[in-house]
């Protein structure tokens, strides 16, 4: 029997496999969503690189980022990000945490991104920069405490978008899939931003250019577009199928060569 | 029984396909021809990512942009690109709009593109370049207006290609073979543009190079070499063959993999 | 039974997969090799994509660019680049002429490409640079003349490598496969040149460094390493195999599908 | 019977492929691990290309770089880079010498690679650059003589990577799996840092900044998290599996083909 949450955690799993592929998340990063039924919890796989996650993977987490079962597996040391900002912003249902090496750049410059093209508008007018240094001093810069998280949140505030000196960016969405739009368009942005300075410095859109044109990636047209879009690229860039549970020692995987 | 319609159907969606697999289209993008027996009326797809294209999601539109036939599936918002084109040009049997990335530095930073190499001089000798905000002020930067779309018809004038502030470029070919070569021409030569701009700053190449090389695109010989290479490019880069009619909802997608 | 033409023209067709799968080559280009038992003669594809050419497209010419036996395909433009250096060069065994991305920018900025790191010393201490304007005006930049052919390869001189103004490159060796590397060694060279510049103006290797690098990739161990690792990317690449014989009709293709 | 040998043995064949796969190696390139039982022998293949390799390729050798038994294959020039490294440096238990695209801009350029995000504070604090030409003048800038490797290996001192002017870098690690993390942030780290340059010359991280993000790579959670998805995109990347073996003729491959 389908429900929301069955639903939504599929959705959440095929989130973080389309915004691996189309190069936002590595290794790294996560993707989480506020719990359909249930505002004071969210959404969020547990430690594993985004690629690969499975709707078995995904765990329930309280605003305090506990685990709401008691976990069986390692779970992602940075989950504050998600957990500040969701009791912070009760319009937010959904965020995304990510070193994409087409903003890491500006992440590294200290200089801002701003929307240069129409698509680029879903990052907003102004995209905030948060120095963890500034009020933690030397750390390993990962976001692992709630004062840290909570200092994010704050430098994030109303925007949609908050860079992170010399580590990355995270981004916020009022639903799934505009928070995946986002971060992908985010990304092309930034990297046509980086291009065109060999031709002179972009400007920003216009403010007014920048509120029309930021909401076309919610119109349902091009949400519907771009979703079966990437769901495909995934499903084409996939030869072989992930491996499904526990990494399989090399051992393992030789017998199982052995047996093909 | 073959006609000509259909083979010109087929050869369209295959040209959408190609297009997007070269890197030219992405989500977005579209590609129309005009229509073989009545020129009043032009071929597109109706709204869906230039990658998924199929014959059957090809629809008929007049001049004025209306679908001839009652939809039954979203349109593109910016089909008057293409109608006002048509109505403008009577040479013109082919129309691409697109947001490459090898061209978005250009209409970014509102610098012009010229052919710097032999294949580049298919984009001619001038690229104009149009700012909807000249006319229309403020806007989400979509061209949905049957103005914005004549406004654009004009600018592109008598050229081959236009580019378009913050958004993107219009590319047009007397044949639709043509419009796929100097698409893809034009992406290449904006590439090597930028990149050999930390050279120092690249020059046209003479006015009766452009001329000449710019047919190179026409030979028979280079249509043949060039439409069998990327169509064997698209082939090969398809492990998975994409999914057909509508997008599968998570759920359809999880009992066809339990199936397996 | 197996003989030394029949091997070499495998070969030939390998390297033009090869050549193709690593980015020297793309719709354009095409590499020879001059006749294992005839050196009037050399081998080159009739005209076809590099990627996909099998051995059966290979056919022989004289050295005055005329084929061997009436032809029943067309034949590529510019052969007489290949001819008319192996009339000028007794010692070249291989020709490739190409228009890697790599190498654009400088024949577009008229900048000289020189050997920055050990592998890249592969194309010699010169690269000179022919400009087809200088002695024949205005043309469509494609080399099919034989004065042209003639032209050029009095500019390539006793070098490696040739640089052609706003349109590529020919390179030349003693064998095919150190053809091969060296191809793939001058783009890797002259990427790395390129991109260096961020950081200041890259100066060539010593002269004694050059001439010693320069024959690493002669190193019997160094060639039968690169193409075992370049015929393997070539095979991993290619999950559809490409299709034999002419292109196919969109509608042949249909009729195919339809088939599965 | 499974001993820590053969596991180890197993895990750097999967270590020379993922490096390959990652962008790190190419054709040339080698991996090695100390020796489990031995600390004056280490693990190096015979030479092949890293993607290729498989455990049966993997050899013994002393710390002077002899194999331990007669060998029957060629085997790398440039071993003398990890016996004298080993040699030097007890706590070394890895070596990777490669020449990474990421990385031979600064190669080239002679200027330093920095940390400049968190994981990149995985080369440490400070990354020596070693020119072989001031000690040796000309030479094919291999490294294959005994002094020369003993030189690198001075030059390294106490770091964790050293930068070879116009050739490379040799990263060394504690454990196989830290040897792999820090060659692939490595490069990470160099691609951010040059392409930051467009935005102005980015400063390193803090000195306490770095040693604590140094240690974010070795955290268990993070070592399972990330050879877990390296292992993964290998897997995914092949759809043909590389040929075992040697490298098989053209006109073997041939007799394959017409068997299908």
Redesign the interface.
């Given at each position: 029997m389908?429900d929301k949450l069955t639903?939504l955690i599929?959705?959440l799993a095929?989130a973080n496999r389309i915004l691996a592929h189309e190069g936002v998340l590595?290794?790294?990063g996560h993707v989480s969503v506020r719990h359909p039924n249930d505002p004071g919890r969210y959404l969020l796989s547990r430690?594993?690189?985004p690629?690969?996650i499975e709707p078995d993977d995904i765990l329930q987490y309280t605003l305090d980022s506990k685990p709401v079962s008691p976990p069986k597996a390692?779970l992602y040391?940075e989950r504050v990000i998600h957990g500040c900002i969701y009791q912070a912003r009760g319009d937010v249902m959904a965020v995304c945490h990510h070193?994409a090496?087409a903003i890491?750049?500006?992440?590294?410059?200290?200089?801002p991104i701003v929307p240069?093209?129409?698509?680029g508008a879903a990052v907003g007018e102004d995209v905030p920069f948060w120095d963890q240094?500034d009020e933690f001093?030397?750390?390993?810069?990962?976001v692992v405490k709630a004062e840290e998280g909570q200092s994010l949140a704050r430098k994030l505030g109303r925007h949609s978008v908050v860079l992170m000196n010399?580590?990355g960016a995270t981004v916020v969405g009022g639903a799934l899939k505009e928070l995946v739009s986002r971060s992908i368009f985010m990304c092309?942005n930034a990297?046509?931003?980086?291009?065109?300075?060999?031709?002179?410095t972009?400007e920003p859109?216009?403010?007014?250019?920048i509120?029309?044109?930021g909401?076309?990636s919610l119109?349902?047209?091009v949400v519907?577009?771009?979703?079966?879009?990437?769901?495909?690229?995934l499903?084409?860039?996939?030869?072989?199928p992930?491996?499904h549970g526990a990494?399989k020692?090399?051992?393992a995987r030789?017998t199982k060569k052995a047996r093909r």
């Open positions: 389908p639903d599929e959705e095929l590595d290794a790294f430690s594993r690189s690629l690969l390692h040391a070193h090496p890491m750049p500006f992440a590294i410059a200290g200089k240069v093209f129409h698509l240094h001093g030397d750390t390993n810069l990962l010399r580590h092309q990297e046509y931003q980086l291009r065109a300075l060999a031709l002179g972009p859109l216009h403010r007014g250019e509120k029309l044109a909401a076309i119109m349902p047209n519907t577009r771009t979703w079966e879009y990437w769901s495909m690229r499903d084409a860039g996939r030869a072989v992930p491996r990494a020692t090399p051992r030789k």
